[in-house]
């Protein structure tokens, strides 16, 4: 038998991973000017959350000398990569705050980084926006 008790904890666990400065391996440069952010992440993360990802990181291995790994994906917002990212690490995604815009953005940005869980799950959640509204 299968107890997943734990995973809410597991998943608090590696957000705060996610939310800590201090042990990241990468930095991930998302948008355009004059709405650029850089986030601070960690590379065995994504590697196993997105095979977009991997397939970048594969190609950008850690310098020998600690450099940072940086890669840029100017295709999506901010405020949408913040959403994505927190996914990634917490699989948990809530999307009721927002409006449809943004849940298209989500949608989009989930399917650039080939989320394949995710992106069924945004389609049926829009789906029934649709239907509603």
Same mark, same amino acid.
């Given at each position: ?8 904890? #597991?998943?608090?666990? #590696? ?11 990468? !930095? ?7 709405? /650029? ?15 977009? +990802?991997?397939?970048? +990181?594969? !190609? ?10 940086? %890669?840029? #994906? ?7 990569? &913040? ?22 953005? /989500? #949608? ?9 869980? +995710? /992106?069924?799950? %945004?389609?049926?959640?829009? +789906?029934?926006?649709? &239907? !509603?509204?």
């Amino acid at each position: 038998m299968v107890d997943n008790k734990f995973l809410p904890k #597991l998943s608090q666990n #590696l957000l705060e991973i996610l939310d800590d400065d201090e042990y990241y391996d990468i !930095t991930i440069e998302v948008g355009n000017e004059p709405h /650029i952010k850089i986030f601070h992440a960690h590379t065995v993360i994504l590697n196993y959350r997105s095979s977009y +990802l991997r397939r970048i +990181l594969s !190609t950008n291995k850690k310098k020998i000398n600690g450099t940072l790994i940086h %890669i840029k #994906l100017p295709n999506i917002s901010p405020k949408v990569f &913040q959403i994505i990212l927190r996914y990634i690490y917490g699989g948990k995604l809530s999307l009721v705050e927002y409006d449809a815009s943004v849940i298209i953005k /989500i #949608l989009v940005a989930a399917s650039e980084l080939d989320l394949q869980e +995710l /992106i069924p799950h %945004i389609k049926h959640i829009w +789906l029934r926006i649709k &239907q !509603t509204g």
